[in-house]
């Protein structure tokens, strides 16, 4: 406690916030998400590069899922992990592209 040499008021300021979350590892995490080809299954497969990436689930060029072509958001968000210092990622590829409606 702090030594006051002259009689008067003081304040004192007191956090009552709770402390900041502490810093994770982000080096593995987990995408699910459609791909060119690979394994469909229940267990999520681990790659530890993009180039096995590739191998195993197909390039970040463009998807055609049925009458459409999209934008293979599952490759091109697997290429950022690895080009940001990622070391595993959990990929679970979805195949079944039919409309929300047919799973009522």
């Known amino acids: 406690m702090p030594e006051y040499l002259a009689p008067g008021v003081y304040v004192e300021e007191v956090s009552f916030r709770s402390k900041s ?3 994770v590892g982000t080096s593995v995490a987990g995408i699910v ?19 096995e990436f590739t191998r195993l ?6 998807l055609t899922l ?7 958001h599952t490759a091109m968000a697997a ?3 690895f080009d940001g210092g990622g070391k595993q990622l ?4 979805i ?6 409606e047919d799973g009522l």
């Open 90 to 93: 959990f990929v679970s590829r």
């Open 33 to 51: 998400g459609p791909t060119r080809f690979g394994p469909v299954r229940g267990k999520p497969e681990v790659v530890t590069s993009f180039a």
């Open 66 to 72: 049925g009458p459409d072509t999209v934008l293979n």
């Open 79 to 81: 290429k950022a992990f």
């Open 57 to 62: 689930y197909g390039d970040v060029g463009d």
């Open 21 to 23: 979350i502490e810093g």
């Open 95 to 100: 195949a079944n592209f039919g409309g929300a």
